[in-house]
């Protein structure tokens, strides 16, 4: 059985950094792909970033430039650092995981206050 344990969330006034970690563990020694996911109260989920196990990356247009998604693929460990935060990146965000299946973590809440 595979589990996704996010940490780093927390509460961050507009401007400020927060940084969060996804470590995957169980029977898996990789996965094809990682990312972080959010939601906020009324809407629907949404993808934030995505990296590959061959590093590649994508962004959701209304974080590039302040965050950025990297992957330690030997712990199976995604990480997401956001800076510059603004109360609307305020959501619950899920760590996914991808390799012949898909896995979910429980999420995380981020709450950036104006």
């Known amino acids: 059985q595979v589990r996704l344990v996010e940490s780093g969330g927390g509460y961050v006034q507009a401007g400020g950094s927060l940084r969060l970690s996804c470590a995957a563990s169980g029977s898996i020694y990789r996965m094809n792909a990682m990312g972080w996911y959010r939601q906020a109260p009324g809407n629907q989920r949404e993808l934030v970033a995505t990296i590959t196990s061959g590093g590649s990356t994508n962004y959701a247009d209304s974080v590039k430039g302040r965050f950025s998604i990297s992957s330690d693929n030997a712990k199976i460990t995604a990480y997401l650092q956001m800076n510059s935060l603004k109360p609307e990146d305020t959501a619950i965000y899920y760590c996914?995981?991808?390799?012949?299946?898909?896995?979910w973590g429980q999420g995380t809440q981020v709450t950036v206050s104006s």
């Open positions: 996914h995981a991808q390799d012949d299946f898909e896995y």
